[in-house]
């Protein structure tokens, strides 16, 4: 069976991926189709060894469509959505317009694929935060060994969680400070070349940022609603792959060699923890590649049942991307979904 692709959002970083990614993995597609705002209708993009020409959102008809993998931004998904939901085909939605609808199931495969079942009461599924999505696949296999209680996040997320414009101001900034040109920021709050910045999303009322609060409530969701979950986001000057450093408090006794020995074996993880110079991964390495990566594993000392890890993975891919390409693929794979050709 084939499924027509609908990826909506087709010209951003993410989209492009989306398309790369079902081209690597062979979805079951008798037809791909990019979709895009008005302004970038005509554009062309790739797909695998083809070339696709976007077509504009408004006047696109997806009543023929399967799968929509949409990366347009919260605003227009939540427009879209609904309308696109209303055809029979199904919604997978990269923004955070519905990851906290009681009635749109948020999922990580490797984490709570079972929920996913949920979809057919709006026809949509919510891919999480690209910050949350990694940290929940390195949290899961620990939480079901040893029961986790609470959890301390920083966050290392790369300019490119801030679309390609921050990207461009990643590298203009960088050109700037070696040819000694004035910089002034605009896509960030402060100048991002050579810096760090502890903010991330609008400022909360608590003081939190949202992309604090979305790591905190989608982890609940996903995982446990009784974990604690506590996060400090910041953006750093690397282009593509997030980072995190995590500190875990357990309800049952878990050592450092049992952690890693359960993360060897978990769905989507690679452990590369050797205590040596460059025993570790770093964003960089990450880029282009599909594993959630945990290093540094270690048990902390200061508190009953303690562990800290570094977790890293390219949050364009297993952030967004991949893990929308992933939840297709447990559609496909779970028969909850027949192709409206082939039903026809």
Same mark, same amino acid.
């Given at each position: ?133 990694? +940290?929940?696949? @390195?949290?899961?296999? !620990? ?9 301390? /996040?920083?966050? $290392?997320? #790369? ?103 359960? +993360?060897?074996? @978990?769905?989507?993880? !690679? ?9 570790? /991964?770093?964003? $960089?390495? #990450? ?58």
């Amino acid at each position: 069976m084939a499924y027509k692709i609908a990826v909506v959002g087709a010209t951003g970083n993410v989209g492009r991926e989306m398309l790369d990614i079902l081209d690597e993995r062979g979805f079951p597609a008798r037809e791909v189709v990019p979709v895009a705002s008005r302004r970038s209708q005509g554009v062309d993009v790739s797909f695998g060894d083809r070339t696709l020409t976007c077509q504009a959102i408004d006047h696109f008809d997806f009543s023929d469509v399967d799968i929509c993998l949409m990366s347009a931004g919260g605003a227009v998904s939540k427009e879209w959505s609904p309308r696109i939901a209303a055809k029979g085909c199904v919604v997978i939605d990269n923004s955070s317009a519905w990851r906290y609808d009681a009635d749109v199931p948020l999922i990580v495969p490797e984490v709570n694929a079972d929920a996913i079942t949920g979809f057919t009461r709006k026809n949509i599924i919510a891919n999480p935060n690209c910050s949350t999505a990694q +940290l929940v696949v @390195a949290l899961k296999p !620990l939480h079901d060994a040893a029961t986790i209680r609470r959890v301390v /996040v920083s966050t $290392y997320q #790369s300019v490119s969680g801030a679309g390609k414009d921050g990207m461009d101001e990643l590298f203009n900034q960088t050109r700037s400070v070696f040819v000694n040109d004035p910089i002034t920021p605009e896509k960030f709050t402060k100048r991002i070349a050579f810096n760090v910045i502890p903010h991330i999303d609008v400022f909360m009322e608590d003081g939190y940022t949202k992309e604090e609060w979305k790591v905190l409530a989608e982890t609940k969701k996903m995982l446990d609603p009784k974990i604690k979950v506590t996060c400090t986001a910041v953006r750093v000057p690397v282009f593509i792959g997030h980072s995190e450093s995590v500190n875990i408090e357990f309800e049952r006794p878990i050592t450092a060699e049992e952690a890693r020995d359960i +993360l060897r074996e @978990a769905p989507g993880v !690679l452990v590369v923890d050797k205590h040596e110079d460059g025993g570790y /991964v770093t964003p $960089y390495e #990450s880029a282009g590649e599909d594993a959630t990566y945990v290093s540094r594993i270690r048990e902390d000392a200061t508190i009953e049942n303690g562990l800290n890890m570094w977790v890293v993975a390219d949050n364009l891919r297993k952030g967004a991307a991949l893990n929308a390409v992933q939840i297709a693929e447990v559609l496909v794979n779970r028969g909850l979904i027949t192709p409206k050709k082939a039903a026809a």
